[in-house]
């Protein structure tokens, strides 16, 4: 498959990037970048060279299969939308877009050409996730009831982008952050969003960028299933990863079920506490790009992705209503 990248201003595109160069079912075409401190930056990490002059070029080139696509948020839901009118795939850092409008354009292309989009949606590869589905679906903690996660990030001055902070680009931390945790709950329990109660944004930890909300909370409804989370950039610039990066809480009517980005382990709590440690695994949406394309089944498809967009978009909606 020929893939084309388009677009280099969050550094999670150049991890895409460096899989394309190592997968053998793939080939890089080129790429593209207007923006000039993007463009020397991934020159300068990657060695990323730069062929292609405009979007319009990566569009027009028949020899293109698939755009990777990694500009800022709100950017990315029209370059989607043109790469599928084009009958070109898409495989996306997250968001893929800030808009739902967007979204509802992006459902139709794919149904009316046939055209797939992923995501890198990582999450979905912690160690501990196909143990957390057996463990889930065979009822071992009883029917889930509760679900609490915490993915914080640090603000990060300096190295974070900044367009993060440029009115429009970013398109909010819920749709930012939330996107993985949601799409992660949705995988495991199977359950989809029914109910938004409260969710909120606002500006606490960007003292130097008041208009930027930073702070995100939420309570909402999945089927039956409370689930409560915060995605706020309110982790302190820490050397290692913090347990509430990325901590995930599911409560069953038999028991509670605990894991985590820092460690391998699934804690389960019934009557005593039990540890199952879980081997590393390694992301591979590229490889679940490539195997969907091809009609073969995998744990990441076009609908699952598109259906997690949505739904974090109508949270990111209702706390900008609240804000508002």
Not at 272 to 287: A, G, Q, S
């Amino acid at each position: 498959m020929n893939i084309a990248f388009a677009g280099f201003r969050h550094s999670h595109i150049l991890g895409l990037y460096s899989s394309v160069l190592e997968n053998d079912k793939t080939t890089l075409i080129g790429c593209f970048e207007e923006n000039e401190d993007a463009k020397k930056a991934a020159e300068s990490s990657h060695n990323v060279e730069f062929n292609y002059n405009s979007y319009e070029e990566i569009l027009n080139d028949s020899n293109v299969d698939a755009i990777a696509i990694g500009d800022y948020y709100s950017k990315r839901g029209k370059m989607v939308i043109s790469a599928l009118q084009a009958g070109k795939h898409v495989i996306c850092d997250k968001p893929i877009c800030t808009d739902l409008g967007e979204l509802e354009e992006i459902e139709k292309l794919v149904k009316e050409k046939n055209l797939q989009v992923c995501c890198m949606l990582d999450l979905r590869y912690m160690p501990q996730i196909p143990k957390v589905c057996e463990i889930v679906n065979n009822g071992e903690i009883g029917k889930i009831i509760n679900v609490s996660f915490t993915g914080q990030h640090c603000l990060d001055y300096g190295n974070r982008p900044g367009w993060y902070f440029e009115e429009g680009k970013h398109g909010g931390t819920i749709n930012d952050i939330a996107i993985h945790g949601i799409d992660l709950i949705r995988f495991i329990t199977k359950k989809n969003l029914t109910k938004i109660n409260c969710a909120k944004v606002w500006n606490a930890f960007a003292d130097k960028e008041p208009d930027f909300k930073d702070c995100g909370q939420l309570m909402v409804e999945l089927d039956g299933i409370s689930l409560m989370a915060d995605v706020s950039y309110a982790a302190p610039k820490f050397d290692g990863i913090l347990s509430t990066y990325w901590d995930f809480y599911l409560w069953g009517n038999k028991g509670m079920l605990n894991f985590n980005l820092k460690t391998n382990e699934i804690r389960i709590y019934k009557t005593e506490e039990k540890i199952i440690v879980c081997e590393d695994c390694k992301p591979d949406y590229l490889n679940a790009f490539i195997k969907e394309i091809n009609g073969e089944k995998t744990i990441m498809n076009t609908y699952d992705i598109l259906e997690s967009q949505k739904q974090v978009l109508l949270i990111q909606q209702f706390a900008d209503k609240t804000t508002e």
